[in-house]
């Protein structure tokens, strides 16, 4: 999609694209547009996010319009597909979610800030809602495995980013009856020592990557290993070393078609090794 030196974009093309093709001006001119996008200057995040948002997503998810980020574009040189590129009407239409009347609130930081995973805290919050009501998570970060979870149990989401510390995103049902969510049970999911090493030395040593995130405040684990796994190919594995076993992740790994074995070494201290076959 490249004529004459300009790259031809519309509202699905993905950010990644973008920014593969002029990456240091698409930051800067999105960043003066709005500062949301400004978090596109974080090689974690921007691995993380550009590659599965499209720009409608974008659009949507930092509150800003189709047609000012097109004439952005438009500014440093992209051509805008005008059928498809600057359609806001069409838009507006696919992401409009009809929302409840009230919200169950529910503010996750207090359990990031010890260093706990919420996942079990918003299952019981989301159990408890009625036909009525939608969940309102005050989170420090967009929830992607969550969002992917909950999108598969028949729930919309709304996501606002507030400040540095504070996103929102809403959870809606859109469907009468949903399927109850059963979170991964954390001790079923170790292996014994011999199965997790056996599948280790069938990989060659070069395919292998360490990580080790176990310092690391949340959810800098979790973004830092999506970060390695979005480039992860047949034959390769992604050895973490962990605090826990991740549950909160896991949905998100599944979607990327990738496996994973646990061992637990000791308390506070597990390796993870994922894979793609």
Excluded: W
Excluded at 40 to 55: E, G, H, K
Excluded at 78 to 96: A, I, P, Y
Excluded at 238 to 245: A, C, G, Q
Excluded at 261 to 272: D, R
């Amino acid at each position: 999609m490249n004529s004459g030196g300009n790259m031809q974009i519309n509202v699905q093309t993905r950010i990644k694209e973008l920014l593969n093709f002029k990456q240091e001006e698409v930051i800067q001119a999105l960043s003066k547009l709005n500062k949301n996008f400004g978090k596109l200057r974080s090689p974690v995040l921007r691995n993380l996010f550009a590659n599965r948002v499209t720009i409608a997503d974008a659009c949507k998810i930092s509150g800003c319009s189709t047609a000012d980020f097109m004439e952005c574009m438009k500014q440093i040189g992209f051509s805008v597909d005008e059928e498809q590129g600057n359609n806001e009407q069409l838009f507006q239409t696919v992401s409009t979610i009809k929302e409840p009347n009230n919200y169950l609130e529910l503010d996750v930081r207090p359990i990031l800030t010890q260093d706990k995973d919420p996942l079990k805290e918003i299952l019981a919050s989301i159990k408890m809602l009625d036909e009525s009501q939608g969940l309102k998570l005050i989170n420090t970060f967009e929830p992607l495995p969550l969002i992917h979870l909950l999108a598969d149990r028949g729930f919309t989401h709304r996501v606002e980013f507030v400040d540095d510390n504070t996103v929102i995103t809403y959870f809606n049902k859109t469907a009468s009856s949903i399927k109850e969510i059963i979170p991964f049970p954390a001790d079923e999911l170790t292996v014994d020592d011999g199965q997790l090493d056996s599948l280790l030395a069938t990989i060659a040593p070069d395919k292998i990557k360490y990580l080790d995130v176990r310092q690391l405040e949340m959810p800098k684990p979790m973004l830092s290993i999506l970060a390695e796994t979005s480039d992860l190919s047949v034959g390769d594995a992604l050895f973490v070393y962990h605090k826990k076993i991740p549950v909160y992740l896991l949905p998100e790994l599944e979607k990327q078609g990738l496996k994973y074995l646990f061992k637990s070494i000791s308390p506070g201290n597990v390796n993870m090794l994922i894979y793609k076959s």
